[in-house]
């Protein structure tokens, strides 16, 4: 809970630290209260106040005082801003430090600080005196908390924020009650009244953190109590009786008592919470308990009576009152009370309520409509009109669209063009309102149904199922109606349109009937079906199978497009993972085997076609042996065999006796001249073989005769 500055802070709380090896300590703060997204500081050494290393401070940080019991809030460690020694990084245990406000990584400097137990020999000044000093935790590992004064261990914070004399910050007083031996509590003063003279937020608010890290302790507070340092200063608010009021029986009231019979005499201060109470003796009884009249007790926020159940509304200042139908014509009075955030109470005041006898029930309905109904859709320029049926002659109505009042709309009827949510309140003689059910007046959009035009059907005399291709189609929700070509197609019509042509489409909702505007469609049905075809053969002979000497691996094989003149686009698929766009591409395929070669064809609306040939890869090599040759000649000198594939080739040549007269194993040879150690051999019919290895691997062997010519 915020509260103003202005006027100082006292804080009172038991702390318990224990059952530990010594772990961080805990923290008391005070911070804007008017900062966005709150974030606590830097754990361990900085108690969830001080920055530690990259982490930011506190949000809005004010004040940070700490209960050190490790020793690093004192000192400069993790980038905290001074300390004691003039920022030494030694460890102070037992110490108690206040460190001022800052933001993020900046500020949040080291202010006073004091050590309460054993310090360290270069530090004797920062010590309290020998006869006050005490550990600030109450016991170590298997401790238990203390909550007895008398017992040893128990420790109580006294904390005084006073105004500071000159008008900004504080004079900071802290006190504890602290049992270092049975049965001898004892008060001792840390600061006395130390000159905080920083200036602070308009609103404050307080909290606390506690810190472990490597080592451990239990940090627990109870029994808080916060309370206004310069209470003196503080005036009691002001109410006044509210008389005049009425209340309609059997439903909730709800009243606002007026600003101006509000006083809120404390600088800066808020009206915190409204109290009900059946009589002024329930608040004379609390007296002058400031615990009692400074709190907003949720049960005083409730009053149920004979006559009624009183409720404390969100807003501070508001109530409802719903009356029992049994006390109609009688009077309830009750008591309240205002706290502001200063936790002054005013003294208590009367609120005296008439209940009034209610209107019978009133029903909203659409004109036409026997029943009611939650919603009515209509077009966008129609109107729709509302009737208000009741039991009674009502004295007057009250028209709301959206929960706004509608000025001027004060008849049993009410006619609108726009959307909302509608109610009436009818009233009787007593100005007791019956409020009826709400009904919404929609005026639903349409559907963007687009349409890619055109539409086409690429087999002629096929129909078009334009359903198919507009986004979204509902035809549970909307109507669809397609003009053209002296047709008004709905529906299910709009499944098999035979007609091409232009055509205007347009959709509305079921249960309306205001269509939205057209958009043109133009319907394309084909004439001629496409035909796809084409035709192959390896390049520059023509070659497409074995009567013409066969097709091999590495043969370019030409493909003629020979389909349809309206085709825009060509695909090639060559059935071993080879595609084309080209229009009559070359492909080579490299290896024997049978391919399924299809093409495919698209027109201009899309319109596809496809054709499938199949191409045989048998041979992966060609020999081709003359019958003879003329080596007296010019032409046709020598006899070798054309060979094609061959990765090696072996030639014999054989006289008519069988006898080898010629040999050659170069692939790249010239052939067989005529000759035998130089002399031209007779003319006759001679023997040739040929063995050899195609690219494959295949073995080739072939024979047979040839005639030399001179």
């Known amino acids: ?171 900071v007083k802290l006190e504890m009650e602290v049992t270092t031996e049975a049965g001898k509590p004892r008060l001792v003063t840390i600061f006395p009244g130390y000159d905080f003279s920083f200036p602070a937020p308009q609103n404050l608010k307080i909290g606390f953190a506690a810190s472990t890290g490597g080592e451990t302790n239990f940090h627990e507070i109870r029994n808080l109590i916060v309370e206004v340092s310069a209470d003196q200063a503080l005036h009691i608010p002001e109410a006044t009786d509210l008389t005049g009021l009425a209340s309609c029986a059997g439903q909730e009231n709800p009243f606002v008592i007026p600003e101006e019979d509000i006083l809120l005499p404390n600088e800066n201060s808020v009206l915190r919470c409204l109290q009900l109470f059946a009589s002024a003796e329930e608040i004379e009884a609390m007296g002058e308990d400031v615990c009692q009249r400074a709190r907003c007790l949720e049960q005083n926020r409730l009053l149920v009576l004979p006559e009624g159940i009183f409720a404390a509304g969100d807003e501070q200042n508001s109530f409802s009152f719903f009356p029992n139908e049994a006390y109609m014509g009688k009077e309830v009075t009750i008591y309240y009370t205002l706290t502001d955030s200063y936790g002054k109470t005013s003294g208590g005041n009367s609120i005296t309520i008439k209940i009034e006898e209610s209107p019978e029930p009133i029903s909203l309905r659409v004109s036409g409509k026997s029943e009611e109904i939650d919603q009515v859709d209509i077009c966008a320029g129609e109107s729709v009109t509302l009737e208000g049926l009741g039991g009674e002659i009502y004295e007057r109505y009250e028209w709301y669209q959206d929960g706004v009042l509608i000025e001027g709309a004060a008849g049993a009827s009410f006619t609108t063009g726009e959307g909302g949510e509608y109610e009436v309140w009818a009233f009787n003689k007593k100005n007791c309102p019956a409020s009826s059910n709400r009904v919404k007046v929609s005026l639903p959009g349409l559907p963007d149904s687009d349409i890619d035009s055109p539409v086409v059907g690429c087999v002629p005399g096929q129909v078009v199922d334009l359903t198919a291709e507009i986004s979204g189609y509902d035809e549970e929700q909307y109507d669809y109606r397609l003009v053209g070509m002296g047709q008004v197609l709905m529906n299910e019509q709009l499944k098999t349109v035979e007609t091409a042509g232009s055509y205007e489409l347009s959709v509305k909702r079921k249960a309306l009937d205001c269509y939205s505007d057209p958009i043109s469609v133009e319907i394309v049905i084909q004439e001629l079906e496409l035909e796809a075809d084409f035709d192959y053969g390896v390049k520059d002979t023509g070659v497409k199978d074995d009567v013409d000497g066969g097709v091999f691996p590495d043969d370019p094989i030409e493909f003629v497009n020979l389909a349809d003149e309206r085709a825009v686009a060509w695909e090639w698929s060559f059935g071993d993972g080879a595609v084309s766009q080209e229009q009559s591409p070359t492909h080579v395929f490299g290896r024997k085997g049978d391919f399924e070669v299809e093409l495919l064809i698209t027109d201009q609306y899309g319109c596809q076609q496809s054709v499938q040939k199949a191409i045989s890869i048998t041979r992966s090599y060609r020999l081709m042996v003359p019958t003879g040759f003329t080596p007296t000649e010019a032409q046709n000198k020598t006899f070798l065999p054309k060979q094609k594939g061959l990765v090696s080739f072996e030639l014999l040549i054989f006289n008519t006796w069988g006898e080898l007269i010629f040999r050659t194993d170069d692939i790249d040879t010239e052939g067989w001249d005529g000759t035998l150690k130089g002399k031209l051999m007779d003319a006759g019919v001679y023997a040739y073989r040929v063995n050899g290895t195609a690219t494959d691997g295949e073995k080739v062997k072939q024979s047979g005769k040839f005639r030399l010519i001179r």
């Open 1 to 171: 809970m915020p509260f103003p500055s202005n006027y100082g802070v006292k804080v009172e709380f038991e702390y318990f630290m224990y059952g530990g090896t010594g772990a961080d300590g805990l923290s008391i703060f005070l911070f804007d209260a008017d900062v966005d997204n709150f974030a606590p500081g830097g754990f361990g050494g900085s108690l969830g106040y001080a920055p530690r290393n990259e982490q930011p401070g506190l949000t809005g940080a004010y004040l940070g005082l700490g209960f050190d019991a490790f020793g690093n809030y004192s000192n400069t460690t993790e980038g905290k801003s001074g300390g004691f020694l003039q920022g030494s990084t030694d460890l102070f245990p037992n110490s108690i430090t206040l460190r001022k406000g800052g933001a993020g990584l900046t500020g949040y400097d080291y202010v006073i600080g004091r050590i309460t137990h054993s310090p360290p020999a270069n530090a004797p000044d920062l010590a309290l005196d020998v006869q006050y000093r005490f550990p600030l935790s109450s016991g170590g590992p298997g401790t238990q908390r203390v909550t007895d004064p008398n017992s040893i261990g128990y420790r109580k914070v006294f904390l005084e924020l006073e105004p500071h004399p000159s008008g900004t910050g504080y004079l």
